[in-house]
């Protein structure tokens, strides 16, 4: 199955800012639209970002203005900038296929707290 390889989370004090990355295969990165997304404790898992292979963004509503989605060509990844952090967004964050057609990795970690 291939699962997807997301880094870049950790602990981070309410008002600063994380950025994740994501490394989607070649041919994944091609072919699909790629989202962000994200599982705090005892709730669903919840897309925040999506960016399609032409570059377009679409955001949740609760990150509209604070994180960025974005794609290396070259590198093939995708970031996530995420600013003014809330605890609210204390989450495990993933990244996969937008539908999701891809199984769930690890994920990365995001903590928001003082």
């Known amino acids: 199955q291939v699962q ?6 950790g602990l981070v004090q309410p008002g ?8 989607p295969s070649g041919s994944i990165f091609r072919v699909y639209d790629i989202g962000w997304y994200r599982q705090a404790p005892g ?7 999506v960016i399609a292979k032409g570059g ?12 960025t989605i974005s794609r290396d060509n070259a590198k093939a990844t995708v970031s996530l900038q995420m600013n003014s952090l809330k605890p609210e967004d204390t989450a495990v964050y993933y990244c996969n296929t937008r539908p999701s057609y891809l199984s769930w990795g690890q994920g990365t970690q995001v903590t928001v707290s003082s």
């Open 4 to 9: 997807l390889v997301e880094s870049g989370g």
């Open 16 to 23: 600063g800012s994380l950025r994740l990355s994501c490394a």
């Open 43 to 49: 709730k669903q898992r919840e897309l925040v970002a």
């Open 56 to 67: 377009s963004t679409n955001y949740a509503d609760s990150v509209k203005g604070r994180f």
